[in-house]
Nanobody
Framework: VQLQASGGGLVQAGGSLRVSCAASGRTYTMGWFRQAPGKEREFVAA????????HYADPVKGRFTISRDNIKNMVYLQMNSLKPEDTAVYYC?????????????????WGQGTEVTVSS
């Protein structure tokens, strides 16, 4: 499975951005993680195979929405009301497990990341 993330960029605080992830091959659980400069990679959101089993990290609840299109093999992360602390490289990840997870170790495949910068 190969993952290709895209859609990052520079946005002002309060703005919106949607990042996308194209997957080759069948995937089950999909997730988004992010890594800010000098910090460890952290969980952002996850979605199960059928679009259910949604999980969000507390800092993004109510602002970010994860979704997927299994026909196109795409996963999306819609980010609204962005804050400067959302600045990070965003990585999509895929797991062969049928249950959505929030741990890095839950995921088997990783994309290369797309950079999101939120200016104040």
């Amino acid at each position: 499975v190969q993952l290709q993330a895209s859609g990052g960029g520079l946005v002002q605080a309060g703005g919106s951005l949607r990042v996308s992830c194209a997957a080759s091959g069948r995937t089950y659980t999909m997730g988004w993680f992010r890594q800010a400069p000098g910090k460890e990679r952290e969980f952002v959101a996850a979605i199960g195979w059928r679009g259910g089993s949604l999980h969000y990290a507390d800092p993004v609840k109510g602002r970010f929405t994860i979704s997927r299109d299994n026909i196109k093999n795409m996963v999306y992360l819609q980010m609204n009301s962005l804050k400067p602390e959302d600045t990070a490289v965003y990585y999509c990840a895929a797991s062969a497990r049928g249950v959505a997870g929030t741990s890095i170790n839950h995921y088997d495949y990783w994309g290369q990341g797309t950079e999101v910068t939120v200016s104040s």
